[in-house]
């Protein structure tokens, strides 16, 4: 008889399952001392002592491949220092910090006047990278597309309905245009990528952009959503006729192909990082470090450059976690800014380095 | 290990237990697991409240018209989930009508056609079916399926083109990404639930009645429709309604492939989206209301899905007991 | 119906008669052909990527580098489904016991069984939204979190298949124990759980497939990590189906090859899960 032998069975799984419960209850007060004492042991090659913290930071995607980067490097420097950033996307990044369940932010947009007063103090701004959003394609043979801001207006808004329109050959004389339909691709998540580029079309197209701009707009209905930069690359790249907006580093790194745009100038520009470094040098910078480098003046900008910027209080309440930001930070605004051009992320200016590395000394970490 | 000669022990005689605690062990015991059963009250309810509660600014926000309005606008704090309604609907008719015939066929085929020693690799094939995750039904459905149907819909879009309703359902220009290709791998995770029932209902089917049909000289056509499906009406509707809601609440195989892009179109073959999809892929990186409006989503979702099952569960209930 | 007479089939039924058998044939065939496709897609494309290296190597830190690691996501999978495992399965199996043993027929157990085979068709995204509402918001994301809503996706499924395994043990064995003076909870707990243990143990291995391949209830639960986090209750966590669906949004060569691979490694697992749970049915049945 069966019975006999599984006669415990019953019990014993229950008990199981409760020492499972249980086991793993104490695992997670073990996991909480593990995680600020590791590291004490840490070999720095800065002169900066050792560090050890958990900074947990959340926003935008845009800097995503840059941030990650930079991160992996400041590990060997500093391995006893945890940085996690979580790709939320601006906007969730923002009401993060907002919230106070983040260490600091990444955001690729500003905080609106009216919410200034929700955060719990002061916030700096503190700008890290900026870099080309590209207009990538599919257009199989066609390697030399040039458009300009009403063209893409009318493309993002399907006025345009197939690649042989006029108003894309006038821009492109002696290219040979298929009839193909065009398929608009756009992000179906809330995205700083979806500001800077609907900005700039209200910017340098205000008679034919109508459909203003925000982290997420109302496309028109037959248009595809992507999830992130990647989710738009993948359609374009699967998909003959398609158009859609993908940050540089995204573009190149799925072998996309990109369009040549006109800038302020008149002048056709290629998205690349000295298109951008063109269009910083062409942008105003204010005292609090903001600045907004979309449609620049200057023959060479590329007139889509997107900034970022990383928000942190000014005053921190915990010391090691205070040191360890301002630490990271440092380190992604020297050596930091060395990784950049390697993940196709433009360098910041000098002059604009030197007054985000001064931010860092107005950060108030407890003694 | 020790062996034993002795006869039957006392122990064996002894009450299993003593009087007095095993009363008390007795009733705890079935209040214990009483307490398990009620748990599945609890929860249910605690899905209700506790969503309704997260959901609320929403539901405030827009009022009525987060349940009328067709337009889901994040950046301008309108929400509206009739679009996500009608995608979620649409393509849980897709699913069903590509897939109530097919199951039905393999089940009638398990229940009355196989020779014998097919019976077991099909009913393999469609537990099968049942066991692939759906997120990798997505991944297949994304990578492979949409490059290459997004060409069938261009050749049955150029075809139709001079039919005039026909025309609007299948027109172009499509990436393969849409409400029809979600239909598809809906249709693909509802078949083995239908399959499952139907054939449970197909042999409760008496076989007197089957043999009386075969008596009167039906053909094996005829003895169905005249002693299967009229026993098993009830049953069916249940199961095509069980796989109704199993379509609509599908959330990430939809999502990696109906296109993302909130409209009420006639365009089958054009990007749509599910409730289920959007939540899934606005959640992330939403905030405030937005968030709110998905959780909304969801509380709308829980409400459509427990009317189809629970109108579901009656008929089968019904009809089994009438069976 | 004149034409019922023996042995003569006119033409005209027996052609819509074959028609009729060929297309139940047909609809075998049409059911068979994508997951044809899908199995080969598996194979073909996870095939070469999973290995040792891939099943236990870190996450690449950004998803465009190409090679290995699925590990962290792996130990997530094994992590979530084990604890929801200890949760629904203990819990389910009693509240079977509940409805065979003690409610019976009464209304009570009536409506219990009714709602619990609603509970299995409320849409598991729902389930994720109601543990992010009711755990996530006030602890944050854990793999516990991710457990808790895969739990409560099993604990309808445990109970109806425990049940059906509590009804198929003869009475004979409950009057036995009974007549020995045993008191109902003992009887249960030494006599009729014991011999449904089979059914049982199958049905929760059924349970447990299901949870393992689900992605929308962890989406919101558990979160995402590169590094392998073997804490339940701190910090967030990854599983394999959810790598699988952020991986295959990815335009990069490296991403697509990890989503198969992921996909394989899942497959393998649940098929594993559920012919175990077939075997254990068919070799312990009490007959």
């Known amino acids: 008889m069966r019975r006999r032998s599984t006669r415990f069975a019953g019990p014993v799984a229950g008990l199981l399952g409760v020492a499972l419960l249980a086991s793993a209850c104490g695992g997670s007060d073990k996991a909480d001392t593990a995680s600020t004492d590791t590291g004490s042991q840490a070999t720095a090659t800065t002169k900066e002592p050792a560090l050890s913290a958990t900074l947990n930071a959340s926003g935008a995607t845009f800097p995503k491949g840059f941030y990650e980067v930079v991160i992996a490097g400041y590990k060997k420097v500093q391995p006893g220092v945890t940085v996690n950033y979580n790709a939320t996307g601006s906007g969730a990044g923002r009401q993060s910090l907002q919230d106070g369940v983040v260490d600091f932010a990444g955001s690729d947009g500003l905080v609106a006047a009216a919410d200034v007063s929700k955060y719990k103090g002061e916030f700096l701004y503190i700008p890290t990278t900026a870099a080309p959003i590209t207009v990538s394609y599919n257009l199989g043979e066609v390697k030399d597309l040039t458009l300009d801001a009403d063209t893409i207006a009318k493309l993002f808004q399907r006025q345009i309905k197939k690649w042989d329109d006029p108003a894309i050959a006038a821009l492109n004389p002696g290219v040979k245009l298929p009839s193909t339909d065009v398929t608009v691709a756009h992000r179906s998540d809330g995205s700083g990528t979806t500001e800077n580029f609907t900005k700039y079309l209200v910017a340098a197209a205000p008679a034919a952009w109508t459909l203003k701009s925000g982290s997420t707009v ?99 309440a915990d010391k090691a976690k205070g040191e360890a930001i301002r630490s990271f930070l440092r380190y992604m605004l020297t050596d930091g800014q060395k990784l950049a051009k390697d993940v196709d992320y433009a360098p910041l200016a000098p002059a604009l380095l030197q007054k985000a590395a001064s931010q860092l000394d107005v950060l108030v970490v407890p003694a | 290990m020790t062996i034993t000669t002795a006869p039957p022990s006392p122990p064996a005689r002894r009450p299993l237990t003593s009087p007095g605690r095993a009363g008390w062990s007795d009733r705890a015991f079935r209040g214990v697991s009483l307490g398990c059963g009620l748990l599945v009250l609890v929860i249910l309810g605690l899905i209700a409240v506790s969503t309704t509660r997260e959901a609320w600014p929403a539901f405030s926000h827009d009022g009525l018209r987060f349940f009328t309005s067709k337009r889901w606008a994040p950046s301008a704090d309108v929400f509206g989930s009739l679009p996500f309604v009608y995608g979620t609907v649409v393509t849980a008719i897709i699913a069903l009508v590509l897939a109530v015939p097919v199951s039905v066929g393999i089940a009638l085929f398990l229940s009355d056609v196989a020779p014998r020693r097919l019976r077991r690799p099909v009913s393999s094939l469609v537990d099968l079916l049942a066991a692939i995750p759906s997120v990798v039904y997505g991944l297949w459905g994304v990578i492979v399926l949409a490059p290459w149907i997004s060409g069938v819909y261009d050749r049955i879009s150029d075809v139709t083109s001079p039919v005039p309703f026909v025309s609007t359902l299948f027109a172009g220009p499509s990436t393969g990404r849409g409400l029809f290709t979600a239909g598809i791998i809906l249709a693909l995770m509802v078949t083995p639930i239908i399959t499952s029932i139907t054939r449970e209902v197909f042999d409760t089917v008496p076989v007197t009645a089957k043999e009386a049909a075969y008596a009167l000289g039906a053909t094996r056509w005829e003895m169905l429709r005249a002693a299967v499906f009229p026993h098993s009406r009830a049953g069916m509707t249940g199961a095509v309604m069980l796989g109704l809601g199993r379509a609509m609440g599908e959330t990430i195989a939809a999502a990696l492939v109906i296109g993302s892009s909130p409209q009420i179109t006639a365009h089958l073959f054009r990007s749509g989206d599910s409730m289920a999809a959007v939540i899934a892929n606005e959640f992330g990186e939403s905030g405030g209301v937005h968030r709110a409006a998905l959780i909304g989503l969801g509380v709308e979702l829980f409400a459509l899905t427990i009317v189809v099952n629970v109108v579901a569960r009656t008929i089968i209930a019904r009809g089994r007991r009438n069976g | 119906m004149s034409t019922l007479l023996l042995g003569t089939v006119s033409p005209a039924r027996r052609l819509r008669n074959r028609l009729a058998t060929a297309s139940i044939w047909l609809s075998v065939l049409v059911a068979a052909i994508p997951l044809a496709f899908v199995v080969t897609y598996l194979v073909r494309r996870g095939a070469g990527i999973v290995d040792w290296k891939f099943l236990t190597g870190d996450i690449p830190i950004s998803s465009r580098l190409r090679g290995p690691g699925m590990g962290p996501a792996v130990l997530g999978t094994l992590l979530t489904t084990g604890a929801a495992t200890a949760m629904a399965v203990p819990l389910g199996v009693l509240a079977a016991v509940y409805l065979n043993e003690y409610g019976k027929r009464g209304r009570l157990a009536g409506v219990i069984r009714f709602l619990s085979d609603v509970m299995a068709g409320v849409p598991s995204v729902v389930m994720g939204l109601f543990i992010y509402t009711v755990w996530v918001l006030r602890f944050g994301q854990t793999g516990f979190a991710g457990a808790l809503a895969l739990g409560c996706l099993m604990l309808p499924i445990v109970i109806r298949s425990a049940e059906t395994a509590l009804q198929l043990v003869p009475n004979e064995l409950r009057e036995a124990s009974a007549a020995l003076g045993a008191r109902p909870s003992r009887t249960i707990l030494t006599v009729v759980l014991p011999a449904a243990l089979a059914g049982v143990v199958s049905g929760a291995l059924l349970a447990v497939a299901r949870a393992a391949g689900e992605t929308a209830p962890l989406l919101f639960t558990i979160g995402t990590v590169t590094e392998s986090n073997r804490h339940l209750f701190d910090g967030t966590n990854t599983s394999l189906s959810a790598q699988i669906f952020i991986n295959a949004r990815q335009p990069f060569e490296g991403a697509i090859d990890r989503a198969w691979g992921a996909a394989l490694t899942l497959i393998v697992l649940v098929f594993v899960l559920t012919a175990v749970a077939r075997l254990v049915a068919r070799r312990f049945t009490v007959r």
């Open chain 1, 218 to 316: 109302e496309w028109p209905a037959d248009t595809q959503g992507g999830n992130g930069n990647q989710g738009v690359a993948q359609i374009v790249k699967a998909t003959s006729g398609a158009i859609g907006y993908v940050d540089l580093s995204d573009a190149k790194a799925s072998g996309l192909q990109f369009a040549k745009i006109k800038n302020k100038a008149g002048k056709a520009v290629v998205a690349d990082l000295a298109g951008a470094t063109a269009a910083l040098a062409g942008a105003q910078v204010n005292a609090d470090l903001t600045y907004n480098p979309l449609n620049a003046d200057g023959a060479d900008a590329y007139p889509i450059t997107a900034p970022t910027w990383i928000l942190v209080y000014k005053n921190q």
